[in-house]
């Protein structure tokens, strides 16, 4: 295992001192609360927008499960519909009741289509760019916003093997250009998570330094990961997070997602923001500037002004 300590102190600071700065117009975020996202490398925001700004994408997904559902009937993955069974629960019913439980529960199976990944939607395109959430990511990097490309819909099925993370940092999962580039990763629940549902832990203070990651990891074996005995020796902090909320990580912060254990879903969104003039880490796959002080002409205002930068 090698490890590379972080060691840019200059930019640590140059954050703090502008985060002093901006946090004064914002009513989320309190003086403690930015120093300390800084120092920890996360923090759980439990108010961030009313809980009801979720209901659109919450009402897209519910429409998603619908049609796949009636379409898992048509094509027999599938012998009940469960229309009764509310958002937390009906993905979970129709994958359990399923006479072949590994088709309907695999990763790309017509159960979950548009219901992972990188869903673009009008609904989406509302919460990526919600006032709420760009004025903490100006706390930290200023007014030049990119909304990241790297982002995801999870729908964490109870016991499902797939879908718990083992420890890594987000940088893992992007090239090495972006090691400096400072990003504010977001993780928000749409429904009330804890450890039961299967929400996230972090290791406080991981964010300093970049530890290797290597592949087949986790309980299925299927995500890149730091193995335990690579992990720095700080004891995990168990993240449960209230719909309406958010956990912030950097994208060295050492984290992981544990088994949901509950009879409900976990659905979850993770989303990323950083510097439009700084590496992603996604050279190949653009972002969009969600908020920009300097050129606000260059700001995607609709879900076609996104979709048009991904042709560009
Ligand atoms: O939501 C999860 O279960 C894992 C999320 C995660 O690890 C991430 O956003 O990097």
């Given at each position: 295992m090698r490890s590379r300590r972080w060691n840019s102190s200059r930019q640590f600071i140059d954050h703090r001192s502008r985060s002093r700065e901006l946090c004064k117009t914002l009513p989320k975020l309190n003086q403690q609360q930015v120093d300390a996202f800084l120092h920890d490398g996360y923090l759980v925001?439990?108010?961030?927008?009313?809980?009801?700004?979720?209901e659109p994408l919450i009402d897209e997904f519910t429409e998603a499960v619908d049609r796949n559902a009636n379409r898992a009937m048509a094509e027999g993955l599938?012998?009940?519909?469960?229309?009764?069974?509310?958002f937390e629960t009906r993905l979970a019913r129709l994958v359990e009741s399923s006479p072949d439980h590994a088709a309907a529960d695999?990763?790309?199976?017509?159960?979950f289509e548009g219901l992972r990944g990188k869903h673009k939607s009008p609904a989406m395109f509302a919460l990526l760019t919600h006032p709420h959430l760009l004025d903490i990511v100006e706390a930290y990097i200023g007014p030049e916003i990119l909304a990241h490309p790297q982002f995801n819909v999870r729908a964490k099925l109870p016991n499902q093997d797939r879908s718990v993370v083992p420890w890594h940092q987000d940088l893992g999962y992007?090239?090495?250009?972006?090691?400096e580039t400072f990003m504010v990763n977001f993780w928000v629940p749409l429904v009330d998570s804890d450890k039961e549902n299967g929400c996230l832990e972090v290791i406080p203070g991981s964010h300093l330094s970049y530890i290797d990651h290597v592949g087949d990891l986790g309980p299925a074996g299927n995500f890149k990961g730091i193995p335990d005995d690579a992990l720095p020796p700080a004891a995990p902090v168990c993240c449960p997070v209230p719909r309406g909320g958010v956990l912030l990580l950097q994208h060295r912060t050492i984290h992981r997602s544990v088994s949901n254990v509950s009879n409900t879903v976990r659905w979850s969104l993770d989303i990323r923001y950083s510097d439009?003039?700084?590496?992603?880490?996604?050279?190949?796959v653009p972002g969009f500037i969600a908020r920009s002080q300097s050129s606000p002409e260059r700001v995607a205002t609709s879900l076609d002004d996104w979709l048009e930068t991904l042709q560009a």
């Open positions: 925001i439990e108010e961030t927008f009313p809980a009801g700004d979720l599938v012998n009940a519909l469960h229309e009764h069974e509310p695999d990763q790309g199976s017509i159960l992007l090239e090495q250009d972006a090691a439009p003039s700084l590496p992603t880490g996604r050279a190949d």
